[in-house]
């Protein structure tokens, strides 16, 4: 497996491939072993490019023959590809070669999931097809004749001839080889139409194994959704006849925008009731957006280059943000991602697997379809749309559309369109692509006679290769708020372009209090002396929604700290003005529900580590139940008052008002369950009909030690279903003492449902053992011990997903001494196999420093 010298590949080394292609024709005889793919390529000499070397990317290929026009030809086969002497002047490369789907484990190129014939192409999985240059530079139409007999047999574009045992497709987009897709097997489908802006009849077809057809209802609706707020947003219209969605149990990540046939993991499209939680209908719709969106954010412009994953990446996630900002409530989704964003991205900013938002180097691009690339991505385009406004933005947009549609584009490109619509000067904000790392924004203010002043200074630390930076162009948006709460200064965006940095307000009658980095206007670290007392005036009347679930989240952090240094009990500061927001029945529940949310357990060993402490995750976990405890109690009455005003009582609905409504009553069942010993959570667990209710019951069953009955009978119940079983197995886990946590896991693997050859199911044992932190960093070394041993036995099988459950590593040195000791022993245990994959070799390389 391993390949013979893993080679970095860096940006500033880019060149044009020496050919262009002018069309693709592929025939596939399907074999579960024995699969024959015919390539028919017609290649032209690329004019803009300096080198003609034909050199075709192929791995795990059997070749049988291979000819240009017409005549045999015999390439030399090298590491990764074939070589081959071509005429200068176009000509027809044609090429047999045999593949096994049924051996390929590690779900990239044609692999089978379920008896199925389905493929991952992104990034580099088309060379496992066949012989091709696999570059997102080289586009074509593609034209695919698939021959089997399976009922079922797609492909990308519109459909053309199908008959006995064979079906025809034309793609006439022309595409990069990463979005090639199949599918082929016994499928039912989910059928519906759309209409498009210009009067078009677009055939939408959602494609199940059969039994999952009434699981596919929602994805249809938030498919029509997005493709109706694509064209009334940003103006973009369907492109093909049909659309095809298909769900499959093995895959790697969470779904996939292959054009007109997009492929998804079961988990990120079906959903229904009885088995899905809120939250999964949610994902469904924002990931079914995702995908859609990608039609023109990264198919009709697509990257010159993996190092310009960011181009599509960034700007899809920020347009699947604004979507589900439109479609559900706006501050909830700024706010949640803003918690996944300090969980994951920061974390990643801050540790040994910092990169840029646009990476300058790598050795396996699958290792960077990360956080940064994606999640920091999009905020950067949501601070530029910040400093040009909504109209710039809009203006820019449709330039971009319009001037490289059909382009394989760069960040380069990208920010052009802006400097040609705005006139403004980029080359500051590019910084942010460049440079690694967090920045940290220190904030004093001073205050004389009627005159505010705030005092900025901007730093960003070293991170891994690059040790000095420069200082960014940081949208700040800032309101000022009276004593009497009333706000003087509304909304407005400094804009931050140097290291330190004073801005002024004046003719105040008394100092104000300031609500700075409104809705999360930069992914900063904000660091700013204030007390509990404006923490608390703050979260009471702050009018930007962000900023006050800030407030309280900064409350909640700083008593648990206390806790952790000193031994402090919980703090009545924090608990009294928690109580009065989730009180105030005029504030959506939505936001309650997250305004009693406390840091997570990674949340405050990062603050502890950043502050020069070692974080001890036991001590951490104390602390967290301890403050729970104390607020269960505290609040037992309105706990008792909240869950009975917010039991939903029409019929279940996956929509914003009804899941924001069981967020707020789920909160309080938690409370509620701390202090009654689970009595209200068995009879909410008894009498559930949807998941989000169950789900909720049996994890405060399960915190309250009274879960085992309740988890016997959820498997009973559910054991014919894979996704409500994965839930089965995370729980357990995740609601694990930390204690007991690696020892819970373990006793699942042996369990019969458990496989690795299912990512899903791989990801909600193990994975689910990382998310229970102090679990994980357990003093005994138990919890790194059994994550590495099942990462040792997944690479062969799976490279990708082994490498990326690595990065539960990434936080290792922030620990004690003992705890790193054993980290790194479990890294290189890792890296002493002899075989290990490419994919992992780097991931672990890098987190060990
Ligand atoms: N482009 C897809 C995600 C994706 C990325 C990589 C994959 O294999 C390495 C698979 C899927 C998206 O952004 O949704
Ligand atoms: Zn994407």
Not at 231 to 236: A, I, K, L, S, T
């Amino acid at each position: 497996m391993k390949d013979a010298a893993p080679q970095t590949i860096y940006l500033k080394d880019y060149q044009p491939f020496g050919f262009e292609i002018d069309k693709v024709h592929l025939t596939f005889r399907l074999n579960p072993e024995k699969t024959r793919v015919i390539s028919r390529i017609v290649f032209r000499p690329n004019p803009e490019a300096e080198e003609r070397d034909f050199f075709l990317h192929g791995e795990e290929l059997d070749l049988i023959w291979a000819k240009i026009d017409g005549a045999e030809v015999t390439p030399i086969l090298e590491d990764g590809g074939l070589r081959c002497a071509v005429p200068e002047r176009a000509f027809t490369w044609e090429a047999e070669v045999e593949i096994n789907p049924e051996a390929n484990t590690a779900l990239e190129g044609l692999y089978m999931s379920n008896g199925m014939y389905c493929t991952q192409c992104e990034a580099e999985g088309f060379r496992k097809i066949t012989y091709y240059p696999d570059r997102p530079d080289v586009m074509a139409p593609f034209e695919v004749r698939i021959e089997g007999d399976e009922k079922v047999k797609l492909s990308n574009g519109n459909p053309g001839a199908s008959g006995d045992g064979f079906a025809e497709w034309h793609d006439p987009w022309p595409k990069p080889a990463y979005l090639f897709a199949l599918v082929a097997g016994d499928l039912v489908n989910h059928p519906d139409r759309f209409e498009t802006m210009s009067g078009r009849d677009v055939e939408l077809n959602i494609w199940v194994r059969p039994g999952d057809e009434g699981k596919c209802a929602f994805g249809m609706e938030a498919l029509k959704a997005s493709m109706r707020w694509d064209e009334d947003v940003y103006g973009r219209e369907y492109d093909l006849d049909i659309f095809n969605i298909v769900a499959v149990d093995d895959f790697n990540m969470g779904a996939m925008e292959n054009k007109g046939l997009n492929i998804f993991n079961s988990s990120c499209v079906l959903a229904s009731p009885e088995t899905s939680t809120d939250g999964n209908f949610e994902r469904v719709e924002a990931i079914i957006a995702h995908e859609y969106f990608h039609n023109w954010t990264g198919n009709r412009i697509t990257c010159r280059d993996w190092f310009q994953l960011c181009l599509k990446e960034g700007l899809t996630v920020f347009r699947d943000a604004q979507f589900t900002s439109d479609m559900r409530s706006e501050p909830v989704k700024r706010i949640s991602d803003v918690i996944a964003l300090r969980a994951r991205q920061f974390c990643e900013d801050n540790g040994p697997l910092a990169h840029p938002v646009r990476p300058e180097s790598f050795v396996e691009i699958n290792n960077f379809y990360t956080a940064t690339v994606y999640e920091k991505g999009a905020e950067v385009i949501g601070m530029l749309k910040t400093l040009v406004g909504d109209e710039a933005y809009a203006k820019a947009l449709d330039l971009y559309f319009e001037r490289h549609d059909g382009d394989a584009a760069t960040i380069e490109d990208w920010l052009r369109v802006f400097e040609d619509t705005t006139g403004r000067d980029l080359s500051q904000f590019k910084r942010w692509y460049e440079q690694a790392g967090t920045p940290r924004v220190k904030v004093r203010d001073t205050y004389k006679d009627g005159t505010f002043t705030l005092h900025l200074e901007q730093s960003t630390p070293p991170t891994p290769g690059q040790d000095v930076k420069d200082a960014r162009v940081i949208p700040i948006a800032i309101g000022l708020l009276a004593p009497n709460g009333n706000e003087v200064v509304p909304t407005q965006v400094l804009e931050m372009t140097q290291a330190n940095q004073s801005f002024v307000f004046e003719g105040l009658a008394s100092r104000p209090v300031p609500s700075i980095l409104r809705g999360f206007s930069a992914p900063v670290i904000l660091e700013r002396e204030s007390d509990n007392a404006e923490r608390a005036f703050l979260l009471a009347h702050d009018t930007d929604p962000f900023n006050k679930w800030e407030a309280g989240r900064a409350l909640a952090r700083d008593g648990l700290l206390a806790m952790i240094r000193n031994g402090a009990g919980p703090d009545d500061a924090y608990l009294d003005a928690i109580e009065a927001v989730a009180r105030d029945d005029n504030l959506d529940p939505a936001f309650r529900a997250l305004a009693l949310g406390l840091p997570s357990q990674e949340d405050l060993a990062q603050s502890l580590y950043e502050a020069g402490d070692t974080p001890d995750p036991q001590a951490i976990w104390d602390a967290l139940e301890t403050l729970k405890q104390a607020q269960a109690q505290k609040m037992q009455d309105l706990a008792t008052r909240l869950y009975a005003q917010y039991q939903v009582d029409e019929p279940y609905a996956p929509n914003a008002e009804q899941s924001g409504a069981r967020a707020l009553a789920n909160a309080a069942l938690g409370m509620i369950s701390r202090v009654d010993g689970g009595a209200l959570a068995q009879k909410q667990y008894d009498n559930a009909d949807n998941m989000t209710q169950q789900l909720a019951a049996l994890s405060c069953l399960l915190k309250a030690g009274k879960g085992a009955a309740a988890v016997t009978a959820f498997y009973d119940q559910w054991k014919h279903d894979r996704l409500v079983i994965d839930k089965w197995f995370s729980l357990q886990i995740l609601q694990a003492d930390p204690d007991d946590a690696a020892e819970v896991t373990q006793i699942l693997t042996n369990h019969p449902d458990f496989t690795m050859k299912n990512p899903n199911r791989f990801r909600a044992t193990l994975g689910a053992l990382t998310m229970n932190t102090a679990g994980f960093h357990h003093v005994s070394g138990v919890g790194y011990g059994v994550l590495a041993d099942w990462l040792i036995k997944l690479d062969p099988i799976n490279p990708q997903t082994t490498a990326r459950m690595c990065t539960a590593f990434e936080t290792w040195k922030r620990y004690d001494e003992t705890r790193q000791e054993m980290a790194a022993r479990a890294l290189d245990r890792i890296l002493a196999q002899p075989e290990l994959s490419r994919d992992t070799t780097e991931m672990v390389t890098r987190i060990r420093g």
